[in-house]
């Protein structure tokens, strides 16, 4: 086929090329004059010259035209090879189509499927919606709670500070009432008022006695006398701390 597109071309061409050259050579009877051999002789060496020049440049003109030619024959064989795809691929939509055809049920049931999907998908997008409202609301209700708490964890060790002070205050309380228990057990105690009697009335004689003798004053602590007194007053409360535990033991 692409071997008779090829001949068919080229002759057309060469004829296209000789048709003007032959037509502008003259016919030989009418340039010889019947008179003259020589000149008949002279006349066809002439004219074997001019043929000669129109066939060289024939073949120019033919080399100059081949790359065209082989040019075109390129371009019928790719549009060839182009609708040879084509007819393939159009041979392959219609297979196609026909499958098509054969499933339209299907296609039909495909086509119910993708509707509830989209139905499904924007139920799915109004609850999401939803959700996101609620969460945004439920946020806003932490953020008030969180404070709340806050608030109650401050009041909370508030509290707890004032607990721990009143309990502070409650030792001290009792550490007081046991003071007082055991100094009215003191006082309460033979023993004790006649030691603090007896004591007392030699530590107020004393102090007359030992007057005269040497500068007695309570606001100096470094003076003879006052370490004196001050010992003495230390015996004296041992010994009631003492009879204090004495009376405690079972």
């Known amino acids: 086929m692409e071997m008779t597109i090829s001949i068919i071309l080229f002759a057309a061409t060469f004829t296209a090329l000789i048709t003007p050259t032959v037509a502008l050579v003259p016919p030989v009877e009418s340039q010889i004059p019947p008179s003259s051999g020589q000149q008949n002789q002279h006349s066809v060496i002439y004219e074997?010259?001019?043929?000669?020049?129109?066939i060289a440049r024939l073949e120019s003109i033919l080399d100059e035209s081949m790359p065209n030619l082989n040019a075109k024959i390129q371009y019928i064989r790719e549009t060839k090879k182009k609708i040879e795809d084509i007819s393939v691929e159009i041979d392959n939509l219609t297979t196609a189509l026909s499958k098509l055809q054969h499933?339209?049920?299907?296609?039909?049931?495909?086509e119910e499927e993708v509707q509830l999907l989209w139905d499904a998908a924007r139920k799915n997008n109004f609850e999401i919606h939803t959700l996101e409202f609620?969460?945004?609301d439920a946020e806003k209700r932490l953020e008030v709670l969180t404070s709340q708490v806050e608030k109650m964890a401050e009041v909370i060790s508030e509290k707890w500070i004032q607990i721990q002070r009143l309990e502070q205050a409650v030792q001290m309380a009792e550490m007081r009432t046991q003071k007082v228990k055991r100094q009215v057990t003191f006082s309460k105690c033979p023993?004790?008022?006649f030691i603090k009697n007896v004591f007392g009335h030699h530590l107020e004689t004393l102090k007359g006695i030992l007057h005269p003798y040497g500068s007695y004053s309570a606001a100096d602590p470094n003076s003879y006398w006052a370490q004196a007194l001050h010992h003495l007053q230390g015996a004296l409360s041992s010994a009631k701390q003492y009879h204090y535990k004495v009376?405690?033991?079972?």
């Open 134 to 136: 609620k969460v945004q």
């Open 191 to 193: 023993f004790v008022k």
């Open 48 to 54: 074997l010259q001019e043929a000669k020049i129109k």
């Open 247 to 250: 009376l405690k033991f079972p």
């Open 103 to 110: 499933h339209s049920s299907r296609i039909s049931a495909l």
